[in-house]
C-alpha cells in the first residue's frame, strides 16, 4: 500500500503558484520523499526528490516539513501543460526498488 | 533511442488469445520495471528485472503473466489467455541501477481484451 495520502483533485489559476500537499506520517529516517507526474495518455515523469532539506530544480520546489510527516510540492508558475496527476511517494533512495503509486492528485490548471 | 519505448502503443485482444508486449529500455539502463494501469488509478507494479534477472515478480497478478528480459536489455511482457479484466495500459520503466533512483517511464502499451 501507498504510504502517502494526497487530496484527490485541486484547482489553479495559470500563471499562480501551485501547491500540492502531501503527507506521509509515518516515512522511516532513510525514506525519501518522490513526486513524479503523470500527462494524460504519457508514462509518468520524475519531478524531483528530497530528504529532508527544501530541493528545487528547473521544474518544481520541494519543502518538506521538520518532522518529516508532510511536504509540499511547489510549481512556482503553473502553465495549462502542467494538467496532469501528480503523485507523492516515498522510497529508500539507493536502492532500485520498486515505486509504489498511490491515487495521486489530479491537478487542473485553469485558464 | 533517447527514451523507453514500447511497442505497440495499443493492442486489441479477442479473450483467450495470447499476447506479447515489449519494452526497449534505455540504453545501458540496468534495472526494468513493469506496471500495469487500469482506467482512473494510480500505476501497479507487475515485476523488476536487474540486468536479465528477475528480481521480484510479486505484483504478476496470475501465472498467466510471464516477463523476460533474457540478454538484459530488451524485455517482453507476455499475458496467456487475456481475459477481460486484463485490459489496462502497461507500463514499463527503467533506471541506471541501484544507486540512480530516477525511473524513465515509456508511453505504455494500451490493451484492451474484448
Known amino acids: 500500500d501507498a504510504k502517502t495520502t494526497q487530496p484527490p483533485s485541486m484547482d489553479c489559476a495559470e500563471g499562480r503558484a501551485a501547491n500540492l500537499p502531501c503527507n506521509h506520517s509515518t516515512i522511516s529516517g532513510n525514506e525519501y520523499v518522490y513526486w513524479y507526474r503523470q500527462i494524460h495518455s504519457q508514462g509518468p515523469q520524475y519531478i524531483i526528490h528530497?530528504?529532508?532539506n527544501n530541493e528545487t530544480n528547473e521544474m518544481a520546489s520541494l519543502i518538506i516539513t521538520e518532522d518529516r510527516k508532510s511536504s509540499t510540492l511547489i510549481l512556482p508558475h503553473a502553465t495549462l501543460r502542467d494538467t496532469a496527476v501528480y503523485y507523492c511517494i516515498v522510497r529508500v533512495a539507493g536502492r532500485d526498488d520498486k515505486i509504489i503509486f498511490g491515487k495521486g492528485t489530479r491537478l487542473h490548471i485553469l485558464p | 533511442g533517447a527514451g523507453v519505448s514500447q511497442s505497440p502503443r495499443y493492442k486489441v485482444a479477442k479473450r483467450g488469445q495470447d499476447v506479447a508486449l515489449r519494452c526497449d529500455p534505455i540504453?545501458?539502463?540496468?534495472?526494468l520495471f513493469w506496471y500495469q494501469q487500469a482506467l482512473g488509478q494510480g500505476p501497479e507494479f507487475l515485476t523488476y528485472?536487474?540486468?536479465?534477472?528477475?528480481?521480484?515478480k510479486s505484483g504478476l497478478p496470475s501465472d498467466r503473466f510471464f516477463a523476460e528480459r533474457p540478454e538484459g536489455s530488451v524485455s517482453t511482457l507476455k499475458i496467456q489467455r487475456t481475459q477481460q479484466e486484463d485490459s489496462a495500459v502497461y507500463l514499463c520503466a527503467s533506471s541506471l541501477g541501484l544507486l540512480n533512483t530516477e525511473a524513465f517511464f515509456g508511453q505504455g502499451t494500451r490493451l484492451t481484451v474484448v
Open positions: 528530497g530528504l529532508k
Open positions: 528485472f536487474q540486468n536479465e534477472a528477475q528480481l521480484d
Open positions: 540504453s545501458g539502463h540496468v534495472s
